[in-house]
């Protein structure tokens, strides 16, 4: 007698001797009444009818066993009758058929099995069952599927397998077709993107040559001090001075080690964020704009990309030095039947004027604005970092309105900005004046990418930095902290003691404010037209042969060696 409770919906009928039924049926009879059909051509080996017996012992009878009114013979349910004696049941549910002849009895037994065999198992959805099954909380049995335990832990382990090796070559397919993930935060701190980047500056780009007013105008208008550096340059200095019994300067040590340093003294543009900007947003050959041109590298990576590129800059000085930059860099053996290398193009003047200096039809908008007073370049009237900010506003919003007019319809513009802040450390919410610029002048806000930089001198500035003002080293999106009243008010508490807390409350009234390591840049990108198009004009390439033949790739693996582009 089968004894097992059951709970939740209760059964059709029960058995006699115990065995619940929740199929529909016609009647129940006894299992030695029923005829096999000496013809049938299944045969069931005995590890199918003990997984079917031990299904029925603990579910019941799912489904009825079919017999033909016209010969008295089980059509469809052989192999349940045999499992139902194996479980011990002395009965089953039954359902009559009517055939009109024997051939179509005969047809409907063979097409029972046959038709169950032409199902394809889908391995992924039935691996995701059987998980589901194997964790699951109603103590079910997850061999009820009709698999043994063994067979289970094998096909999860093989999907899991199959699922990683699959994401893992969607990502190195992302990689090959476009050199970076296209994700919206972009982590220039390690693997394929630092690697790239120091090809890049194994190349011979100096885009900081021509920023200062020394002899290698590389000394002034600095954006950090050569001396701010993350935990493990120090160390690596520190343990050099040791070797040598001797003190070095941070000059000396970077010349010795460039590797190690995390900063340069002058802040530098990104080598690979100008190669993803030009290969996802620029066609094949096309012609860029760049109306805050600075150093050299932005035209360097354009052109060894295959695109042209004008940029403007007020400084003659910066101009002359990227010129030099490009006649050092272009001097390179394998340039020299490269004839898909065109030189960049430097203009010196004043982007107010950029449709003047530089007009014609263009596929990308790329560049990288002055911040404000934040970095002064020059005390020349019309150079836009000497301004303050209302100002500074008003003539940057009238060089985006004068460069996007020139650009061709469907395409797109591409800027790298970081919010920037004031005297009293509140940001000026640049990020959000830049965006307003463009869409006043027609263009779409399209994509946001986030652009994660090394920490560098930032783990060393934040910690006097928090304990002055409270303020945080900004390394990550978006944890906001809102100030009422007077950010400049700040201190540790110590809130052990009322009589302390009460003591700091007043020396919080007198500290000073202090300012926020940023360390990430907003990449904005507008489109001009249908981005649909755009996009497709840029083209994409889906082959290894493909990709070989965009952005001047075979070149640039000569240039930059083998081992880039991949995720």
């Known amino acids: 007698m089968n004894e097992k409770p059951y709970n939740g919906t209760p059964p059709r009928e029960v058995t006699p001797d115990g065995f619940k039924v929740y199929c529909a049926y016609d009647e129940i009879v006894e299992t030695d009444s029923l005829k096999p059909n000496p013809r049938n051509p299944n045969r069931h080996p005995e590890a199918q009818v003990k997984m079917l017996a031990h299904i029925i012992a603990e579910q019941g009878w799912r489904a009825p066993i079919t017999v033909s009114r016209r010969s008295g013979y089980i059509v469809r349910g052989h192999a349940r009758r045999l499992a139902g004696y194996e479980a011990g049941s002395q009965y089953a549910p039954i359902e009559w058929q009517d055939y009109d002849n024997d051939s ?20 992924d959805a039935i691996a995701g069952i059987l998980a589901e099954l194997k964790e699951n909380t109603d103590d079910l049995d997850p061999e009820l599927s009709g698999f043994t335990a063994e067979q289970i832990e094998d096909m999860i382990a093989e999907n899991k397998t199959d699922r990683e090796a699959e994401e893992q070559a969607a990502r ?4 090959e077709r476009f050199l970076i993930p296209p994700f919206t935060v972009l982590d220039s701190r390690g693997g394929v993107w630092a690697e790239r980047k120091k090809a890049w500056k194994r190349l011979g780009i100096r885009s900081e040559v021509g ?63 100008c190669e993803l900007a030009y290969r996802w947003f620029c066609p094949q050959g096309g012609t860029i704009i760049d109306p805050f041109a600075g150093g050299s590298v932005r035209g360097v990576v354009a052109a060894l990309t295959g695109r042209k590129y004008t940029g403007c800059d007020l400084s003659s000085r910066q101009i002359e030095a990227n010129v030099n930059n490009w006649e050092e860099i272009s001097h390179i053996s394998v340039l020299d039947d490269a004839p ?21 039809g263009y596929d990308l908008f790329f560049t990288c604005p002055p911040y404000a007073d934040l970095e002064v370049y020059s005390d020349k009237p019309e150079d836009l970092s000497n301004k303050d900010y209302p100002e500074f506003l008003q003539l940057y919003r009238n060089v985006i309105r004068r460069a996007t007019a020139m650009l061709k319809p469907d395409s797109f513009a591409v800027i790298v900005v970081s919010d920037l802040r004031d005297k009293k450390g509140f940001y000026r919410n640049f990020v959000s004046d830049t965006i307003d610029a463009f869409q006043d002048v027609g263009l779409k806000f399209y994509n946001e990418a986030i652009l994660v930089n090394t920490a560098g001198g930032l783990a060393i500035r934040v910690g006097k930095q928090f304990e002055h003002s409270r303020k945080m080293g900004k390394d990550h999106q978006n944890v906001l902290v809102f100030c009422n009243g007077d950010p400049a008010q700040s201190a540790a508490f110590r809130t052990e003691d009322p009589q302390e807390y009460a003591e700091d409350i007043n020396s919080y009234l007198k500290a000073g404010a202090g300012k926020l390591g940023v360390n990430h840049e907003k990449v904005l990108v507008f489109a001009k037209g249908d981005p649909e198009k755009a996009a497709e004009t840029i083209g994409t390439p889906e082959t290894v042969e493909e990709a070989d033949r965009y952005d001047n790739t075979a070149l640039l693996k000569e240039i930059l060696g083998e081992d880039t582009g991949d995720e």
């Open 172 to 175: 190195l397919t992302l990689g």
């Open 104 to 123: 179509a009895e005969m047809a409907d037994l063979v097409a029972d099995n046959r038709i169950a065999e032409l199902a394809v198992l889908d391995q």
């Open 211 to 273: 920023r200062g007013a020394d002899d290698d105008n590389t000394k002034a208008g600095l954006t950090y001090n050569i001396s701010s550096q993350p935990p493990g340059a120090y160390k690596a200095k520190n343990a050099y001075e040791e070797k040598i019994g001797q003190k070095i300067s941070w000059e000396e040590f970077a010349e010795l080690f460039p590797d190690s340093m995390a900063y340069s003294a002058t802040s530098i543009f990104d080598p690979v964020l």
């Open 340 to 360: 898909e290398v065109t030189p960049p193009t430097w203009i010196n003047g004043d982007s107010s004027h950029i449709d003047e200096l530089a007009p014609g």
